[in-house]
């Protein structure tokens, strides 16, 4: 390889990577020019995906593009002619596995000195990271960061061609690139990016260095990529940002935020929607009430409160307090009241006090989460919290963090065996590698269910009974329509009501009086059809709709409408069944 012209790539910046002076953000197309077509033909690839959703999302993109130049998948990385390595800056265990990865493709190459390796994702945008492999891994032709994935046709080509080994790393806040090209991991769930990067410098977190500033996509480009979904037999989407919360704030011509994407992306025909990372600050009471709002927006939702202490937070500078956290926790149970929680919490931030440790298990005794990502404090260079003294020992963190851990998976548990007994709808989402026979999928409340079924289930949702409630995933059984139904009629908690109003409305002396009030001003218009008469009728019917058991009695109608269609259909299906078996 021939060394780095340092005036034409560019190696990442911290510094300049924390700026946010550019008050637009360049939005343009991918467009794959003819020389770069058929660089891979005859050639394979892989793709190693370390980190988050944000991370996966990218994998498919590189997927997308390297299909598009003709490379085939290959699943052995000994054995391709390009491999990238998407890497994670989050946690120091993360890099410490990708450069053990970096070593091992030091021996491939030996063997094919033609495979081009690629370094790629969040480290790649970290100064020591980029010298460090610059120094130590010559086996890596070409370094690129999080802002210009759309650029790897042109360093494939200039590796290929000029045999020049590449640096380009843009510190930057960053543009959006549309109609990039992405070769779906999984064909009935689909992640959908709906904005990049993140604004809010929490001072133990490297993301906003790496991934730029807050920057929505066109409600329009969303809107259209969902469709697209939907026609290709995609069941559930999850809606992706740093902080999905903050989406549409940095809309200058238009008041649209994730509220609002969220109601038209609900009113599409697709099944199931969720998102993910939800920032407490800007997670507002109106977002809460659509999600409460729609039966495809699911019922779970990722709230990373990260301490239960107000001093940690206020040094994590997180921007709200426990008060305020627990406020919107308590009007989400309200509006949603089957809702699961999980969260992520970090133990061992910097001088955290036993008493502020004590108030994040009391904060979890409180909230009851269903589950938890947590973390001992990891320090990442270039953040503030980097140059924070740290009085606690390694000891006391470990120790710290099995006894949140110990909490934890108590409400892990709990959160579980509720739902024992409940018949569920599944996404199945794949077979088991031992059995054919034994599938999982994911309940709408996102718990794992392990079951006995045909591996053709797969993609497909299906209904189980849970019969086992272990701590990290539920046990069941697939229910045939039939069983479903019955169970459906017993337990739906808006027919159980719609009936004891039926009961309570026949038996209200109240509503027996606005009835008969009703019926004399109706025969009153009858014999005397006047102008008088017809607007003294308009009024006592107004009055009676809004007698309260009424209106509720009225709203949960169309309710009972829609199941009592679900049931036709299902008894259909069945008698459809039956004929067939006759015949």
């Known amino acids: 390889?021939?060394?780095?012209?340092?005036?034409?790539?560019?190696?990442?910046?911290?510094?300049?990577?924390?700026?946010?002076?550019?008050?637009?953000?360049?939005?343009?197309?991918?467009?794959?020019?003819?020389?770069?077509?058929?660089?891979?033909?005859?050639?394979?690839?892989?793709?190693?995906?370390?980190?988050?959703?944000?991370?996966?999302?990218?994998?498919?993109?590189?997927?997308?593009?390297?299909?598009?130049?003709?490379?085939?998948?290959?699943?052995?990385?000994?054995?391709?002619?390009l491999v990238i390595i998407n890497t994670c800056a989050i946690r120091e265990n993360a890099e410490d596995r990708t450069f053990g990865e970096l070593g091992r493709l030091m021996k491939y190459k030996r063997k094919n000195p033609n495979m081009i390796t690629i370094l790629a994702g969040c480290m790649s945008q970290e100064e020591k990271v980029v010298e460090r492999v610059l120094q130590v891994y010559p086996q890596v032709d070409i370094i690129i960061g999080t802002h210009n994935i759309y650029k790897l046709p042109e360093y494939i080509y200039n590796?290929?061609?000029?045999?020049?080994?590449?640096?380009?790393?843009?510190?930057?806040?960053?543009?959006?690139?549309?109609?990039?090209?992405?070769?779906?991991?999984?064909?009935?769930?689909?992640?959908?990016?709906?904005?990049?990067?993140?604004?809010?410098?929490?001072?133990?977190?490297?993301?906003?260095?790496?991934?730029?500033?807050e920057r929505s996509r066109q409600k329009e480009?969303?809107?259209?990529?969902?469709?697209?979904?939907?026609?290709?037999?995609?069941?559930?989407?999850?809606?992706?940002?740093?902080?999905?919360?903050?989406?549409?704030?940095?809309?200058?011509?238009?008041?649209?935020?994730?509220?609002?994407?969220?109601?038209?992306l609900a009113k599409l025909p697709i099944k199931r929607i969720r998102f993910t990372t939800s920032h407490p600050k800007d997670l507002d009471f109106e977002t809460i009430k659509v999600l409460g709002s729609f039966d495809n927006i699911m019922p779970y939702l990722h709230l990373p409160v990260q301490s239960g202490s107000n001093s940690i937070l206020k040094k994590m500078n997180r921007h709200y307090t426990i008060e305020e956290y627990l406020e919107k926790v308590n009007y989400l149970k309200k509006e949603i009241p089957n809702v699961s929680l999980t969260t992520d919490i970090i133990v061992g931030f910097p001088n955290e006090t036993e008493e502020d440790f004590l108030k994040t298990l009391e904060l979890v005794d409180t909230v009851k989460f269903e589950g938890a990502y947590t973390f001992i404090y990891s320090k990442r260079d270039g953040t503030p919290a980097a140059t924070f003294i740290d009085s606690i020992s390694d000891l006391e963190k470990k120790d710290r963090f099995n006894r949140l851990k110990e909490v934890v998976d108590k409400y892990y548990l709990r959160g579980n065996q509720r739902f024992l007994g409940l018949i569920e709808e599944v996404l199945v989402d794949e077979v088991s590698k031992?059995?054919?026979?034994?599938?999982?999928?994911?309940?709408?409340?996102?718990?794992?269910?392990?079951?006995?079924?045909?591996?053709?289930?797969?993609?497909?949702?299906?209904?189980?009974?849970?019969?086992?409630?272990?701590?990290?995933?539920?046990?069941?059984?697939?229910?045939?329509?039939?069983?479903?139904?019955k169970y459906l009629m017993a337990s739906d908690p808006k027919i159980i009501r719609f009936r004891k109003l039926e009961e309570l409305i026949n038996n209200d002396p109240i509503f027996k009086n606005k009835i008969n009030e009703v019926k004399s001003v109706q025969r009153r218009r009858k014999l005397n059809e006047t102008d008088e008469n017809k607007k003294k009728l308009d009024e006592t019917i107004a009055v009676f709709m809004d007698y309260p058991l009424v209106r509720e009695y009225f709203d949960l109608f169309d309710y009972a409408k829609e199941l009592i269609d679900t049931i036709k259909?299902?008894?259909?299906?069945?008698?459809?069944k039956d004929i067939t078996l006759e015949r």
């Open 221 to 264: 480009e969303i809107i259209k990529e969902v469709l697209e979904l939907i026609e290709s037999g995609c069941i559930e989407i999850t809606l992706l940002g740093q902080n999905v919360n903050a989406y549409g704030k940095d809309f200058k011509e238009i008041n649209y935020t994730f509220k609002d994407l969220l109601s038209d």
């Open 1 to 81: 390889m021939k060394e780095i012209d340092v005036s034409k790539y560019f190696k990442p910046n911290l510094k300049n990577a924390r700026k946010r002076v550019n008050k637009d953000t360049l939005v343009s197309n991918f467009v794959l020019l003819d020389k770069y077509k058929d660089l891979g033909v005859g050639k394979t690839y892989t793709v190693i995906t370390y980190g988050c959703q944000a991370n996966e999302a990218d994998s498919e993109v590189f997927s997308g593009i390297l299909e598009n130049l003709g490379y085939e998948r290959d699943i052995l990385e000994n054995s391709s002619d």
């Open 434 to 485: 031992g059995n054919e026979f034994n599938l999982t999928g994911y309940t709408k409340n996102n718990k794992r269910v392990n079951f006995q079924g045909d591996k053709n289930l797969v993609g497909t949702l299906v209904n189980v009974k849970i019969t086992s409630a272990k701590t990290w995933f539920l046990m069941g059984e697939i229910v045939d329509n039939v069983t479903y139904l």
């Open 569 to 576: 259909n299902i008894i259909e299906t069945e008698l459809s």
């Open 159 to 213: 590796s290929l061609f000029s045999h020049e080994r590449i640096v380009e790393v843009f510190s930057e806040e960053g543009s959006i690139i549309e109609q990039l090209p992405k070769i779906r991991e999984n064909k009935h769930k689909a992640w959908v990016n709906i904005m990049y990067g993140c604004d809010e410098f929490c001072t133990y977190c490297i993301v906003p260095y790496t991934r730029g500033k």
